[in-house]
């Protein structure tokens, strides 16, 4: 009977964390995390399909808390968005990320292009086009290797505000992609109303290109909608080298997946990019 008491309670443990005290000594931690420089970023590659090489990274948020270890960021940003401290991680992030690409810039002795993650509601604000501007100013990354990924959600919020958003980006010469493409809401009506300049293929597609005939036929048809708006099109997620060949088959422009690399560390990306460009 005690070891059952004792699995129970094991077994409740993970469900205590969507606990409400939890989640706000999540937030703490947190807080206290972004000052106390536990964050980091990786980048992982993304390959141009037609000339093999790697031709951006997107930088992905890690967080290694000493007490709580490694938490994932679909944990750790809804918090920092809940907590009001994502206007200071997305700066945070951008500034790191633009120095580390120009740095790997560099050392690779070409251009590579860098797209960043933005919630929601980092969007909102003015002030946010204005980090940007300031970070390509501070670092002396070419605003054009800029890419910014937002999700469809935001789109569908609409408001004017985003349209503006979004053209101030494009005046600023960086560009934007839709993230997760045709998980969520998919009115193909956005993509006309607003200034898109790609769009990355949600992951669930491209796992079950070779199993369901059906994800496979809206892969094509996002290629050729998007390629027919003048759209360029990255696909997400792309884990073996049936999905590459497939992808490639069906004009898709760029790839990223764990068939080419993880995100990795800022010092290990030219090494990496020159190994797959070989
Ligand atoms: P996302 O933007 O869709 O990023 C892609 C996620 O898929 C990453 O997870 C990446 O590690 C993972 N991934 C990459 N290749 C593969 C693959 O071949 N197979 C599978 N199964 N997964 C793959 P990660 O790093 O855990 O990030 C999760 C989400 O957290 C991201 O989804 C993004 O929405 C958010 N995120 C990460 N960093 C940031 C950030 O700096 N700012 C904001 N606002 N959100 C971030
Ligand atoms: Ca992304
Ligand atoms: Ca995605
Ligand atoms: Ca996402």
Redesign the pocket.
Known sequence: AKAAGRNTVRWFAPAMLEDNNDKLSLSAALRQAIEADELSLVYQPQVDLGSGEVVGVEALARWTSPSLGSVPPDRFIPVAEDGGMIAQLGEWVLRNACSAVVRMQEELGRPLRLAVNVSPRQLRGTAWIAEIAEAIAVTGLDPGQLEVEITEGILIEDSGDVVATLNALRELGVSVVV??FGRGYSSLAYLTRFPIDKI?I??SFISEIADIDSQAAIVDAIIVMAHALGMTVVA?GVETELQERYLRERGCDEVQGYHYSPGIPAGSVVMVARALGA
């Open positions: 993230d997760d990355k949600d992951r997400e």
